[in-house]
C-alpha cells in the first residue's frame, strides 16, 4: 500500500473512533459533572421556607429547554387525581435495588413510588377508601372524591414519608396521619387518627369534625415534629370549621401541639373558619422553629378580628411547640376582604433567605386582591385600625390562587417570583438598614397565566446551576382554559420563562390534564430535578426533560 494511502486510511480510522466518541459522550447517561447531579426534593416547594428554587440544575438550561430537544419523555398512569407535589429521593434501596424515586399521592388514597428514570412503578400502596364529595356537603372544590390533598414530606434520615389521608368507611369521615417506608409502603409506627379540641372564648369546647374541614396545605417536617393544616370544607360549614395547626412526633405520631386560628364562640351571626389552606401551599419554617401560615376569611357580616380569639385575613408566626402565636398581620381593610372573600391566605407565605447584615427577615405573602404583602418577620405589624399597613414594601401581582418562589440571578440580585393573575412576575429585592423594597423586573404578562375556574395565577418553582448565567428558568403549570367532566378532562399546560426575563418564553407543552376545572382548582407544582420536569395531574404523571 503506497504510504500517502496508509496515512489516509489512518486519519480516517482516527476520524471515525474520534466521531464514534463524539456520539457516545453525547448520549451516554450523563455524570454528575456533566450535568446530572442528584437533587432530593423531600419536601413542598423544595425547602422547608418554600422557595420553590433548586439552585444545582446543570442540564436544563435557557437554550437546552428552549430547543427543539427538549420535551415530553414518558408518562405514568395514576389511580386518581394528584394535588400533592411529587417528591423526589435519590439511590433509594427499592425491590433489591437502587433507584431515584418518585414518590406520587393521590386524591385515591393511594401511595406511588415510582423510577425516576423511565416512570416504571415501584410499589404502590392504598392507604383506605376515600370521603365522596356527597360526604363533604357537595362540595365539588374537591372532585370526586376527596383522599390525599397535602404534600407528603419526607425524612431521608429516617426513611419516612408522612401524609394525611381522608377516609370514609361508610359511616365515618376520617383524616389519619401515616409515616410509611420510602423502601415499600410498610407502616413506620402506627397511623393517627387525626382529633383536636379547644377551648372557646365563651368556655365551650370545641371539637374537630373531619366532614367540614379539608387538609389542603402540604406537610411540615421540622424539629422531630410533623405539622398538619388544616382549612374548611370552603364555607359549607361555616359555623363548625375553623383553621387549625397540629404538630406530631416524628417517630411515635403523638400528638404534640396544636393552636386554633379561630377560638370564637357565641356570635350573634356564627360564621368562623379563618382557614388555613393556601392554595396547598405549605406552612413555612422560620428562625428559631417559627411557624408561617395564612389564613383565610371569617366573618362576612361584621368584623370579628381579635388580638387573642380570631386572625383572619392575615400572616401569622407560631412557636414551633404551637403554644404562642408570637407575631401576626392583619391588613387593614380586613373587613372588606372577608365581604368579598378575598382571602389572603389563598396563597401562600414564603419565608425570604437571609439577605445579608442590614436587612430585615422577612417573609412574603398575598392572596386573592392581589395585593403581595413583603413583612418584617420579627416585627410583622399587627393590626392597625387607621388604614395603614405595617409592612415592608407592597405590590400587586394579580389576584392569586398562588404561591411566591425566590432565587438569586446571575448579576448577584435576589427576586422573589409572585404567581398572581398578572403573570408570574419577578421583583428584585433591595434590603439594608432594617428597611427592605421590591421593585418590578419583568413579567409574563396575565395571559399565560389565566385558567378555570377564577382567574387565579400559578404557584413558579425556578432552577439554575447556581447564579451561572443562562441557566435559571421559572416553571409554572397553567391551569385548564375550558372544563369538563368527561374523560380525561381538559389541558393544563407546562410552561417555562427565562428567569432573567420573564417576556421570553422558553417552553410550553401540555403538561397533564385536570376535570371539572369550573368547580375545582389545579394547584399544580412542577418538581425540576436531575434534568428532568416531573408533573402530577389528573390520573397522570408526566416526565420532560432532553431527548436524542
Not at 199 to 219: C, E, H, I, K, M
Not at 416 to 424: E, K, P
Not at 532 to 542: N, Q, T, Y
Amino acid at each position: 500500500m503506497p504510504p500517502d494511502a496508509a496515512c489516509r486510511r489512518k486519519q480516517a480510522t482516527t476520524l471515525v473512533a474520534v466521531t464514534l466518541a463524539l456520539i457516545a459522550a453525547i448520549f451516554r447517561p450523563l455524570p454528575a459533572a456533566s450535568g446530572v447531579e442528584r437533587v432530593d426534593v423531600v419536601t413542598y416547594h423544595n425547602d422547608a421556607q418554600r422557595t420553590g428554587w433548586n439552585a444545582r440544575e446543570r442540564l436544563l438550561t435557557a437554550a437546552t429547554v428552549a430547543s427543539r430537544h427538549f420535551g415530553l419523555l414518558w408518562r405514568v398512569p395514576l389511580d386518581g387525581r394528584e394535588d400533592a407535589q411529587p417528591l423526589l429521593a435519590t439511590a433509594e434501596s427499592i425491590g433489591g435495588g437502587t433507584h431515584d424515586a418518585l414518590y406520587l399521592a393521590t386524591e385515591n388514597d393511594s401511595l406511588y413510588a415510582v423510577d425516576a428514570k423511565d416512570g416504571a412503578v415501584l410499589w404502590m400502596r392504598s392507604l383506605g377508601t376515600p370521603v365522596p364529595d356527597r360526604v363533604k356537603g357537595g362540595n365539588t372544590s374537591v372532585f370526586p372524591v376527596v383522599g390525599i390533598l397535602g404534600t407528603p414530606v419526607i425524612d431521608r434520615a429516617r426513611n419516612a414519608l408522612y401524609c394525611v389521608a381522608d377516609t370514609f368507611d361508610g359511616g365515618i369521615d376520617a383524616f389519619v396521619l401515616h409515616a410509611v417506608s420510602l423502601t415499600d409502603g410498610s407502616d413506620l409506627a402506627a397511623p393517627a387518627t387525626i382529633a383536636a379540641s379547644a377551648q372557646l372564648s365563651d368556655g365551650t369546647t370545641w371539637t374537630f369534625d373531619a366532614r367540614v374541614q379539608f387538609q389542603r396545605p402540604g406537610l411540615l417536617e421540622a424539629g422531630g415534629g410533623v405539622y398538619v393544616a388544616f382549612g374548611s370544607n370552603s364555607d359549607v360549614s361555616f359555623r363548625k370549621a375553623r383553621g387549625l395547626l397540629l404538630r406530631y412526633d416524628a417517630a411515635t405520631l403523638q400528638q404534640t401541639g396544636a393552636t386554633l386560628t379561630n377560638s370564637l364562640s357565641g356570635e350573634a351571626d356564627p360564621f368562623y373558619l379563618s382557614s388555613i389552606w393556601q392554595s396547598g401551599y405549605a406552612p413555612a419554617l422560620g428562625d428559631g422553629g417559627a411557624i408561617f401560615a395564612a389564613t383565610g376569611n371569617s366573618n362576612p357580616f361584621r368584623g370579628t378580628y381579635s388580638r387573642k380569639y380570631n386572625h383572619p385575613e392575615g400572616v401569622l408566626k407560631f412557636s414551633s411547640d404551637l403554644s404562642r402565636l408570637l407575631d401576626s398581620f392583619t391588613p387593614s381593610n380586613y373587613v372588606t376582604l372577608d365581604e368579598d372573600n378575598a382571602d389572603v391566605g389563598s396563597g401562600g407565605t414564603m419565608v425570604v433567605p437571609d439577605q445579608g447584615a442590614g436587612a430585615p427577615r422577612m417573609v412574603v405573602a398575598g392572596g386573592k386582591d392581589g395585593r403581595t404583602f413583603l413583612l418584617d418577620a420579627d416585627r410583622m405589624g399587627g393590626f392597625s385600625r387607621d388604614g395603614t399597613d405595617r409592612a415592608l414594601a407592597e405590590v400587586q401581582g394579580g389576584p392569586c390562587w398562588c404561591g411566591p418562589a425566590y432565587f438569586v440571578g446571575s448579576d448577584g440580585v435576589a427576586r422573589i417570583v409572585t404567581g398572581g393573575a398578572l403573570g408570574a412576575t419577578a421583583w428584585r429585592i433591595a434590603a439594608g438598614g432594617g428597611k427592605a423594597s421590591l421593585a418590578f423586573d419583568s413579567s409574563t404578562g396575565s395571559a399565560a397565566v389565566q385558567g378555570l375556574p377564577e382567574n387565579g395565577g400559578v404557584i413558579p418553582a425556578v432552577s439554575s446551576n447556581g447564579e451561572q448565567a443562562g441557566t435559571a428558568i421559572v416553571w409554572f403549570v397553567q391551569r385548564p382554559q375550558a372544563t369538563s367532566d368527561r374523560g380525561d378532562g381538559t389541558p393544563v399546560t407546562l410552561r417555562a420563562y427565562d428567569a432573567m426575563d420573564l417576556t421570553h418564553p422558553l417552553f410550553a407543552g401540555t403538561g397533564g390534564h385536570w376535570r371539572h376545572a369550573a368547580g375545582s382548582n389545579a394547584n399544580i407544582v412542577p418538581t425540576i430535578a436531575e434534568g428532568k420536569v416531573f408533573v402530577a395531574s389528573d390520573g397522570e404523571l408526566r416526565a420532560f426533560g432532553l431527548r436524542p
